[in-house]
């Protein structure tokens, strides 16, 4: 069993919708980062949260220690954010990375 | 535009040479890490350099090796190059361990060994 589980894959959806990105984790942390992952390979940093929940602009991530999940949302989704979204919890001096969840977004 | 520049965009070598990754920070950043990808999978950690030490390590063999300088520069050296080592390298600096920083990364090398 993989530490770090995403779910689901793949997602489509159309333009507007509300988007949920899960990701589960069976190690011990003290952070977790979600990053965005555009074709090509360019990965950026959305969040970094050891708590709680962090909002930036559509974008919201919430974190439960004590259940070992953390999701990722996207409000009025848009085309420009079909990208494969990843998160990497930090666990003993290393990042563990998902596989990613591959979004499509549809006008 | 995260700052991180990655020499060379590409490159392509042949079963049993070396190569060496560059990578450059954003000024002011004391950490480096160095990942591996293969195509169609996640990310894989390698190893971290905090202020030019190694700090943390991934499940790569010890061919893989790397040097982080004090002018926020850093390299990644791999020995004896395998088909499976082809894969995009990525490097991403930070203010810090990333378990308490936010992760700026480069774009990559894409590595292909023949």
């Known amino acids: 069993k993989n530490e770090v589980e995403q779910s689901p894959q793949n997602l489509t959806a159309q333009e507007g919708e509300f988007i949920t990105i899960n990701c589960s984790y069976s190690v011990g942390i003290s952070a977790l980062h979600w990053l965005q992952q555009h074709p090509g390979g360019g990965i950026v940093s959305l969040f970094m949260?050891?708590?709680g929940k962090k909002k930036h602009g559509r974008l919201i991530a919430t974190i439960n220690i004590q259940e070992k999940h953390s999701s990722l949302h996207i409000t009025a989704s848009h085309p420009r954010d079909s990208a494969v979204y990843i998160c990497?919890?930090?666990?003993?001096?290393?990042?563990?990375f998902g596989t990613g969840t591959r979004l499509q977004v549809f006008p | 535009e995260t700052g991180v520049t990655q020499s060379p965009t590409h490159l392509i070598k042949t079963r049993g040479q070396q190569v060496t990754l560059r990578c450059s920070s954003q000024s002011g950043h004391n950490t480096v890490s160095w990942y591996q990808q293969a195509l169609g999978q996640g990310p894989q950690f390698i190893f971290q350099?905090?202020?030019?030490?190694?700090?943390g390590r991934g499940n790569f063999p010890p061919r893989f090796s790397g040097l982080q300088f004090p002018n926020y520069s850093s390299e990644l050296n791999v020995n004896a190059l395998e088909l499976d080592d082809s894969a995009l390298y990525l490097c991403?600096?930070?203010?810090?361990?990333?378990?308490?920083?936010?992760?700026?990364f480069g774009p990559g090398t894409r590595l292909t060994v023949l």
């Open positions: 990497a919890p930090y666990n003993t001096d290393k990042l563990i």
């Open positions: 350099y905090y202020r030019e030490e190694e700090n």
């Open positions: 949260l050891s708590s």
């Open positions: 991403a600096s930070s203010r810090g361990l990333a378990g308490g920083n936010t992760q700026y």
